[in-house]
């Protein structure tokens, strides 16, 4: 119901205990940067509440511009928390609102926009150049948060896990370039993996959108996609992990134990070229696959880019073949070789995932029957949410996205996986009329682990690529429920992304933003999210599985932040801005 009234007519009705309560809190969950005017809009006042009706304000509470009946109240399966709906999905004016509830107060302030996440998306994306390694962050592009370049990294020894003939231990490399990991200062391969893959099959299904998207990166005025100039950056850095000698891939580029709570650069503890392993030589198979394709027609701009990466994917493919089952043993090799490393390990301890992936992307850049038939050979019955133990649905999602050309003896591929991919997305879209926050995420208690938003967002992409095969409006629809509860619309109240909304998260486990001694975390990165595992033993106000979060430095079991979280993120916030104009 919509109608036109002043906030006198309301705050008359109220008594004044009442009157005084109506401040901002964070009882009302919503997306605290905002809404599409058509998309569905809807708010979360947790706790027991006497009011049947809430109101959509001006910022000042001056002029009432909707009002609207609050559903009954639900209890959560996730946690002690009890809810109440507040849908204002019909109220499409553009502007900046509160929700405000009598006896209850008001929400955070939101908009209601076309391109309303165009900023938060850019961020997410900015998000990986503010984790660059060997070079410095300028001022123009990092504002207050430039830095010096960190690890210079052309100096890195091989460990003796990763010895061979020709390359002895404490052999010299260069490995400079690519991201930080997460919140510490080593780069690994296997994550790597599915970052690249999930950004550059953003690229893939909208290419012109991300065409005309500036980010504010030193590269931003050449002629490439800054999409691609960042997935470049990390690409170059991946490129010199694989032994030219026999096309292995060495698992990562580390300190031998974590840095200290510095800046990067800081330390000066020597770098290491750690263990060739089967999962990172077909991960790096898939990315420099999918690159190839991807960057052919910027041969100009990055000359002899693509047919390198196509050349180096083709050898890394070949060893896992000669070497099927080589898994990253940290703790095994740590029992005989020195130093010691006891950085992120990353381990797996199958590889029909990396296989289905690697020769999915393989097939679709060279069209090779020889990976399609590996493809069929390795992929799983069933599919499931990608993560970095599990990328065979990358593969699914290239193979679709590619169907209307694939030849006549693969297409036999293309129903299964088109109904495969409906009914996972059916079973989630199910899942949320029955969430008491109405959102895909938190559909079983099992979601919230570590990384949980991640999984969100992934979530997020399965229901985006229903959409685009089906054209149904409901995935698109769940979709955004899902970048509504990363951005505010949950449990805990927060807006996981740094420096977007106003109770967004403040003090993430990332050592820039520890030391940088800046108040502000560095921007546009998303923090773990609620994880009751609580792996890390620091303390936290709440246990339960959807409000398990603490934000606080200490935390990095929930509020670390790490490149394959903010991935999906940036996939999933662009393609709604893309798609925008389809909601309703």
Request: aromatic share 12%.
């Amino acid at each position: 119901m919509r109608r036109c009234i002043t906030s006198v007519m309301v705050i008359a009705a109220l008594t004044a205990g009442e009157v005084q309560a109506q401040q901002v809190t964070d009882r009302i969950k919503l997306n605290q940067v905002g809404f599409y005017p058509a998309a569905s809009k809807v708010a979360i006042v947790t706790g027991s509440t006497p009011a049947g009706s809430f109101y959509i304000t001006t910022t000042n509470l001056t002029d009432t511009l909707f009002t609207g009946k609050l559903g009954q109240e639900m209890q959560s399966k996730n946690s002690s928390t009890t809810t109440r709906i507040a849908d204002f999905s019909s109220f499409q004016k553009q502007g900046s609102y509160v929700v405000l509830v009598p006896s209850v107060g008001h929400s955070y302030v939101f908009q209601i926009a076309n391109n309303v996440h165009r900023s938060a998306a850019i961020a997410g994306l900015k998000g990986f150049y503010y984790q660059r390694v060997s070079m410095p962050l300028e001022e123009q592009y990092a504002a207050k948060w430039h830095r010096s370049a960190g690890h210079p990294d052309d100096v890195v020894y091989v460990h003796p896990s990763a010895a061979s003939k020709e390359r002895p231990a404490g052999t010299i490399i260069s490995s400079p370039g690519g991201w930080y990991d997460a919140g510490d200062y080593n780069k690994y391969i296997v994550n790597s993996g599915i970052t690249m893959g999930t950004m550059f099959s953003a690229y893939e299904d909208f290419p012109k959108y991300f065409d005309n998207l500036v980010a504010n990166i030193p590269e931003s005025k050449n002629a490439v996609p800054d999409l691609l100039d960042e997935l470049v950056y990390n690409l170059r850095w991946m490129l010199t992990m694989q032994d030219p000698n026999d096309g292995g891939v060495y698992h990562k580029c580390t300190n031998a134990a974590f840095d200290g709570m510095v800046m990067p650069g800081v330390t000066k503890a020597p770098r290491y070229v750690v263990q060739k392993g089967t999962g990172a030589a077909l991960d790096f198979a898939a990315v420099t696959a999918q690159a190839a394709r991807v960057l052919r027609k910027y041969n100009k701009q990055l000359p002899g880019l693509a047919d390198s990466c196509l050349q180096a994917s083709i050898k890394a493919w070949q060893w896992a073949l000669k070497n099927p089952n080589v898994q990253y043993e940290q703790n095994e090799f740590n029992k005989t070789m020195k130093p010691e490393i006891t950085t992120g390990g990353y381990g797996d301890r199958r590889f029909t995932d990396e296989f289905t992936w690697a020769a999915a992307e393989l097939f679709i850049t060279t069209k090779n029957k020889t990976y399609f038939d590996a493809y069929v050979k390795h992929k799983a019955d069933s599919v499931s949410l990608p993560g970095w133990p599990n990328v065979e649905m990358l593969g699914h999602y290239t193979m679709l996205r590619f169907a209307a050309s694939l030849p006549s003896y693969a297409k036999v591929v293309v129903q299964p996986l088109k109904q495969q991919l409906k009914q996972l997305a059916d079973k989630y879209v199910a899942n949320a009329s029955e969430n008491a926050f109405q959102t895909v995420m938190g559909g079983s208690r099992r979601e919230f682990n570590w990384g949980s938003n991640s999984g969100a967002a992934n979530q997020g992409i399965l229901l985006i690529n229903a959409y685009l095969h089906t054209k149904d409006p409901k995935y698109l629809k769940h979709a955004v429920s899902n970048l509504d509860y990363l951005l505010g619309r949950n449990a805990t109240g927060f807006s996981f992304l740094t420096g977007y909304g106003s109770k967004s998260t403040m003090n993430p486990h990332h050592r820039p933003s520890a030391a940088d001694g800046i108040i502000e975390p560095v921007p546009g990165l998303l923090a773990g999210g609620p994880n009751p595992g609580k792996q890390d033993d620091c303390k936290y106000e709440f246990s339960e599985p959807e409000t398990a979060y603490a934000d606080i430095e200490c935390s990095y079991a929930t509020n670390e932040i790490a490149i394959n979280w903010n991935a999906p993120f940036v996939y999933l916030a662009h393609a709604l801005e893309a798609l925008q104009k389809e909601l309703r």
